[in-house]
C-alpha cells in the first residue's frame, strides 16, 4: 500500500506545476484525499481536502482560486494543478488518503496512507 507524489520541482513566480499522488496497493475510488504542506519550524497545514466523489471541500484561503485538487480514479491518481505560484508556497507536499466522515474531512489525524512528499520551490 503506497501513495507515490510526484511533480514537484523550482519554478519561477507566476509559473505552474502539477503535482500527482499515484496510489498503488488499494484503490482510491472511496478514499477522501488530503493535499498537505509542510514547511521547515511550522506544522503541516492543510492545502485542500476533497471527498470519494471529487467535491473538493476545502481550500486553503492562501491558495483558494490558485491551487486545484482533481482526480482521475481511472488512473488511481490524484492532483494538484498549482497556478500563479509564489515564493510562500516553497516547501514539501504531501498527499493523503483517508476515511473521514465529511465534517472531519480537514482532520489529518484520520487520513490513513500518505506519500513521501514532493519538494516544490518558487524562486527567481
Known amino acids: 500500500v503506497q501513495l507515490q507524489a510526484s511533480g514537484g520541482g523550482l519554478v519561477q513566480p507566476g509559473e505552474s506545476l502539477r503535482l500527482s499522488c499515484a496510489a498503488s496497493?488499494?484503490?482510491?475510488?472511496?478514499?477522501?484525499i488530503g493535499w498537505y504542506r509542510q514547511a521547515p519550524e511550522k506544522g503541516r497545514e492543510g492545502v485542500s481536502c476533497m471527498t470519494s466523489s471529487g467535491v473538493v471541500l476545502y481550500y486553503a484561503d492562501t491558495v483558494k482560486g490558485r491551487f486545484t485538487a482533481s482526480r482521475d480514479n481511472a488512473k488511481n491518481t490524484v492532483y494538484l494543478q498549482m497556478n500563479s505560484l509564489k515564493p510562500e508556497d516553497t516547501t514539501v507536499y504531501y498527499c493523503?488518503?483517508?476515511?473521514?466522515?465529511?465534517?472531519?474531512?480537514?482532520?489529518?489525524?484520520?487520513?490513513?496512507?500518505w506519500g513521501q512528499g514532493t519538494q516544490v520551490t518558487v524562486s527567481s
Open positions: 496497493g488499494f484503490t482510491l475510488d472511496h478514499y477522501a
Open positions: 493523503a488518503a483517508g476515511r473521514p466522515i465529511t465534517s472531519a474531512i480537514r482532520r489529518r489525524d484520520l487520513y490513513a496512507y
